[in-house]
């Protein structure tokens, strides 16, 4: 089936270290995001990807790094900069400009002990 | 400009009651009005969109009615059931412009 496969679903990590949440997709989108959703917040855009090789900030960048070698793979590193990481984080991608339907995995939920 | 404000942050509605969330809009640019609904533990997934050509949208239960000139869009959720129990969050855009920019969610519970 088509779609966006994150993991890990939950990863708990000591204060100090970086841990890079992997996001896959099988869509052939272009686009991919990353949001992190925090309670009351809505979603906020980390970083984003519109080509292999290219990526841009969103905006809550900082303490995150991100990198797009692979059409289908937009990983996300949470840095031990990121002062408060404990989020969930989702990844999207887009297929076409117009429709502008994001089709977002499941989630991985990160809580820094 | 780039925000988009969402109300309630919750929301209670008996069993086949009417469902109302709002969203108001900054950027009189924006061009791409979509609703995700999003159930616990999951990704948020589009529920219903609209273009600020028309001013009302059905699909099923759901209805996103649009107010260009009060820069304003809603949505109704008819017969609410226990089953549409999620998080929805509106959101806009600019027709190829690559962000979506979301409001802050509302809550919704369907009492049986």
């Known amino acids: 089936d088509g779609g966006i496969t994150q993991s890990p679903k939950y990863l708990f990590r000591k204060e100090g270290q970086n841990v890079t949440l992997s996001c896959e997709q099988n869509l052939n989108h272009d686009a991919m995001y990353w949001y992190r959703q925090d309670p009351g917040q809505g979603l906020r855009l980390i970083y984003y990807?519109?080509?292999?090789?290219?990526?841009q900030k969103g905006d809550i960048a900082e303490g995150y790094s991100v990198s797009r070698e692979k059409k289908e793979s937009f990983p996300l590193t949470v840095t031990s900069a990121q002062k408060n990481p404990t989020a969930f984080y989702l990844c999207?991608?887009?297929?076409?400009?117009?429709?502008?339907?994001?089709?977002f995995g499941e989630g991985s939920r990160l809580t820094v002990l | 400009q780039q925000q988009v404000k969402q109300s309630p942050q919750s929301l209670i509605v008996q069993k086949g009651g009417i469902s109302i969330i709002n969203c108001a809009y900054e950027n009189t640019a924006f061009d791409y009005f979509p609703w995700y609904q999003q159930f616990p533990g999951k990704g948020p997934a589009l529920l219903i969109a609209i273009r600020p050509d028309v001013s009302e949208k059905k699909e099923g239960r759901f209805t996103i009615s649009f107010n260009k000139s009060a820069k304003q869009f809603s949505l109704h959720i008819m017969d609410s059931q226990p089953g549409d129990s999620a998080t929805y969050f509106c959101a806009a855009s600019l027709t190829g412009f690559q962000k979506l920019v979301f409001g802050t969610g509302t809550r919704l519970l369907v009492s049986p």
């Open positions: 999207a991608s887009k297929g076409t400009p117009r429709t502008g339907e994001l089709f």
């Open positions: 990807s519109q080509i292999v090789n290219d990526f």
